[in-house]
């Protein structure tokens, strides 16, 4: 997972999933029986160990921390709320150009300890063949819950606002930058050796909207964590902005099943490792279908060094666990032969 992360040759193609303990696993559903979302992702030891459960199942070449991109809205002012489906809802959302003024810029991690304490304990419980993935939302998605006030399907709301009001974007948006890089190294501190940067809902924007309201914070971002520790920029949803994205910086482009991965790598370039990018619709077919769409994107790679298999976003909760640990299965087979 390191050296492909690093565009460096390997023997076999790693493999890791988004989402890998969430819903569909029993084991989790055990654990949510019993405390809720938040309280599970603030409890560290039980977060360590629903990620550990979930890569010791699925045999995956890496853990990603078990935690949620909104947490760093908390402690900048935003209260946050789980709804009974699951689904994230910020109570005091931004609509109004004073509501920027009280968001609190975060100037370290220590607020979100329990975070690192989960890092610690998630990378004490991994041997040392797999690296543990740290990760955080990026300024674009945060901002976008931030305006919202949770999931959106048109985005029309941060849309409005980043156009009516542009100093006032530029001044959240760096609010947010500046915290997050703050708490991205200090879960790298804590022991993560990858970052994920989660761009989810950057698609929603087009290419001029990206440049001008969205690529020099995040490209702050990427540029204030610690160098040397790779970093996956997962934007997925608008291909189109792939060269934009790629721009901005990361070590490992994300991308999703809206564009090919040898379509991907010509635009991303050969200097940079590629991620992904099977649709998680395809975990709930079967295991032929499943050999027959890994098998298609693995063919693409050609053999290319810097390639970590992926989904193109999150295991959904009705997927079979057999599913993905046939996936997994799968993609190891093929991938050292």
Same mark, same amino acid.
């Given at each position: 997972?390191?050296?492909?992360?690093?565009?460096?040759?390997?023997?076999?193609?790693?493999?890791?999933?988004?989402?890998?303990?969430?819903?569909?696993?029993?084991?989790?559903?055990?654990?949510?029986?019993?405390?809720?979302?938040?309280?599970?992702?603030?409890?560290?030891?039980?977060?360590?160990?629903?990620?550990?459960?979930?890569?010791?199942?699925?045999?995956?070449?890496?853990?990603?921390?078990?935690?949620?991109?909104?947490?760093?809205?908390?402690?900048?002012?935003?209260?946050?709320?789980?709804?009974?489906?699951?689904?994230?809802?910020?109570?005091?959302?931004?609509?109004?150009?004073?509501?920027?003024?009280?968001?609190?810029?975060?100037?370290?991690?220590?607020?979100?300890?329990?975070?690192?304490?989960?890092?610690?304990?998630? %990378?004490?419980?991994? &041997?040392?063949?797999?690296?543990? /993935? *740290?990760?955080?939302? +990026?300024?674009?998605?945060?901002?976008?819950? $931030?305006?919202?006030?949770?999931?959106?399907?048109?985005?029309?709301?941060?849309?409005?606002?980043?156009?009516?009001?542009?100093?006032?974007?530029?001044?959240?948006?760096?609010?947010?930058?500046?915290?997050?890089?703050?708490?991205?190294?200090?879960?790298?501190?804590?022991?993560?050796?990858?970052?994920?940067?989660?761009?989810?809902?950057?698609?929603?924007?087009?290419?001029?909207?990206?440049?001008?309201?969205?690529?020099?914070?995040?490209?702050?971002?990427?540029?204030?964590?610690?160098?040397?520790?790779?970093?996956?920029?997962?934007?997925?949803?608008?291909?189109?902005?792939?060269?934009?994205?790629?721009?901005?910086?990361?070590?490992?482009?994300?991308?999703?099943? %809206?564009?090919?991965? &040898?379509?991907?790598?010509?635009? /991303? *370039?050969?200097?940079? +490792?590629?991620?992904?990018?099977?649709?998680? $619709?395809?975990?709930?077919?079967?295991?032929?279908?499943?050999?027959?769409?890994?098998?298609?994107?693995?063919?693409?790679?050609?053999?290319?060094?810097?390639?970590?298999?992926?989904?193109?976003?999150?295991?959904?909760?009705?997927?079979?666990?057999?599913?993905?640990?046939?996936?997994?299965?799968?993609?190891?087979?093929?991938?050292?032969?």
């Amino acid at each position: 997972m390191m050296q492909a992360a690093r565009g460096e040759p390997t023997t076999s193609v790693p493999i890791w999933l988004m989402r890998q303990a969430g819903r569909y696993m029993d084991e989790y559903q055990q654990v949510r029986s019993k405390v809720s979302f938040l309280e599970l992702c603030k409890r560290p030891e039980l977060a360590a160990e629903v990620m550990l459960t979930a890569v010791k199942r699925l045999g995956v070449d890496a853990a990603i921390l078990f935690s949620d991109i909104l947490l760093i809205l908390e402690p900048m002012g935003f209260q946050l709320e789980f709804t009974p489906d699951g689904g994230p809802k910020i109570v005091n959302p931004i609509r109004q150009p004073h509501d920027v003024d009280r968001v609190q810029e975060l100037s370290s991690a220590e607020p979100l300890h329990f975070v690192m304490d989960a890092v610690k304990y998630t %990378r004490e419980g991994l &041997d040392n063949t797999k690296p543990l /993935i *740290g990760f955080a939302g +990026a300024p674009f998605t945060l901002a976008a819950y $931030a305006v919202e006030g949770g999931g959106s399907r048109n985005f029309q709301q941060v849309k409005a606002f980043m156009n009516l009001y542009p100093e006032k974007w530029d001044e959240l948006m760096r609010k947010i930058a500046l915290s997050t890089a703050h708490y991205l190294n200090g879960q790298i501190e804590a022991g993560s050796q990858i970052i994920q940067i989660f761009d989810s809902w950057v698609g929603c924007i087009g290419e001029e909207d990206y440049q001008k309201y969205v690529f020099s914070h995040t490209k702050m971002l990427l540029d204030l964590i610690r160098p040397g520790t790779p970093i996956i920029h997962f934007a997925p949803g608008n291909p189109m902005l792939l060269p934009s994205v790629c721009e901005a910086g990361g070590n490992v482009i994300g991308i999703d099943w %809206r564009i090919s991965i &040898d379509r991907a790598w010509e635009i /991303i *370039g050969p200097s940079r +490792a590629i991620q992904g990018n099977l649709d998680p $619709a395809i975990l709930l077919t079967d295991r032929a279908t499943i050999r027959r769409c890994a098998q298609r994107i693995i063919n693409q790679v050609n053999r290319r060094s810097g390639f970590i298999f992926n989904l193109g976003h999150g295991i959904t909760p009705q997927v079979p666990v057999d599913h993905v640990i046939a996936l997994v299965d799968i993609v190891h087979e093929i991938g050292a032969a």
